[in-house]
């Protein structure tokens, strides 16, 4: 019982926390709000 629990609670999380991570990544890659990239 309490692993469907923990796996329903991952089912839910983990498209926050993929976005979380790849937002994370990607910021250093990604221009500022500007519009002109550092350099």
Do not use: F, N
Not at 1 to 18: K, R, S
């Amino acid at each position: 019982m309490l692993w469907v629990l923990l796996g329903g609670l991952t089912v839910h999380a983990w498209p926050v926390l993929l976005q979380r991570s790849l937002r994370l990544r990607l910021q250093p890659l990604l221009p500022p709000a500007g519009g002109a990239p550092p350099g």
